[in-house]
C-alpha cells in the first residue's frame, strides 16, 4: 500500500526492495545456518553491504541525491535499525512452536 501512496516512480521501489533483500533477508539466511557461530557479524556485514547498495542506486534514480549524502546519519541509524530488526525476529522466531511434521526428512 505504502508503494501506491508514495507517488515515487516504481524504481525508487525496485532499489528500496532489493537494498532491503540484500540487507536483511540474505544475512538472516545465511546467519540461520548451523555452521554460523556468531550471527551478529554477518548482520553487521549484509547490513553494510545493503545500506551500500541503497546509497549507490538510490542517488542514480533519484536526481537530487548524491552518494553518501548525510552517510553520518543513514549509516550508522541504518545498521543499528537492520540488526535490531534480525534480533527481533530472531526472538519472534524463538517463541513460535516449531512443528515437527512438517519437517522434512533430510
Known sequence: MSILISGAPF???VVDIS????????????????KAKRPIYIWLVGSIIGLLFWDVFSAYVIVKREIF??????YP???????????????????IPYNKPLQGTC
Do not use: D, E, R
Open 77 to 95: 541509524i541504518g545498521v543499528t535499525m537492520l540488526v535490531l530488526l534480525q534480533l527481533l525476529v530472531k526472538y519472534i522466531n524463538s517463541k
Open 19 to 34: 537494498a532491503l533483500f540484500i540487507a536483511f533477508v540474505i544475512p538472516g539466511l545465511i546467519a540461520s545456518t548451523k
Open 69 to 74: 549524502m548525510g552517510w553520518y546519519f543513514v
Open 11 to 13: 524504481k525508487v521501489h
